[in-house]
C-alpha cells in the first residue's frame, strides 16, 4: 500500500499560480504511475493529470495543457502539479492518486484504475 498527503492549495486570483504537492509513504513510490483529479461542486470527479513511473511520460486534460505541468521526484518520494494561468473554471478540490498497475509510458485517465487517494487540497480561483 502507498499513502498520500496532499497540500498547496489555496485562494488565488485569475492568471496566478500554485503548486500542489503530494507526499508519498509506504510501498516504494516509484512502483506507481501517479495522476491528479479535481472534483468541483456539484461535478464528477475528472482527470487533470498523469505521469509514469519515471516521469518520462505525461498527460493532461485538455482545458489544462500548456498551463499545468505534473512532475515527481522519486528520491523524495513526491509528485507535484504546477499550476499556472489558472482560471476560475480550475476551482476545485484536487486530489493526487496512485495506479499500481500503470506502467512507464501507459497512463490512464480513468479514475477507476487508481487505487490509492491523498485526502484532497481546495483550490480557488477568483475572477
Known amino acids: 500500500q502507498v499513502q498520500l498527503v496532499d497540500s498547496g492549495g489555496g485562494l488565488v486570483q485569475a492568471g496566478g499560480s500554485l503548486r500542489l504537492s503530494c507526499a508519498a509513504s509506504g510501498r516504494t513510490f516509484s512502483g506507481y504511475a501517479m495522476g491528479w483529479f479535481r472534483q468541483a461542486p456539484g461535478k464528477e470527479r475528472e482527470f487533470v493529470a498523469a505521469i509514469g513511473r519515471i516521469g518520462r511520460k505525461t498527460s493532461y486534460r485538455d482545458s489544462v495543457k500548456g498551463r499545468f505541468t505534473i512532475s515527481r521526484d522519486n528520491a523524495k518520494n513526491m509528485v507535484y502539479l504546477q499550476m499556472n494561468s489558472l482560471k476560475p473554471e480550475d476551482t476545485a478540490v484536487y486530489y493526487c492518486?496512485?495506479?499500481?498497475?500503470?506502467?512507464?509510458?501507459?497512463?490512464?485517465?480513468?479514475?477507476?484504475?487508481?487505487?490509492?487517494w491523498g485526502q484532497g487540497t481546495q483550490v480557488t480561483v477568483s475572477s
Open positions: 492518486a496512485a495506479d499500481e498497475h500503470g506502467g512507464i509510458y501507459s497512463l490512464s485517465p480513468l479514475r477507476g484504475d487508481y487505487e490509492y
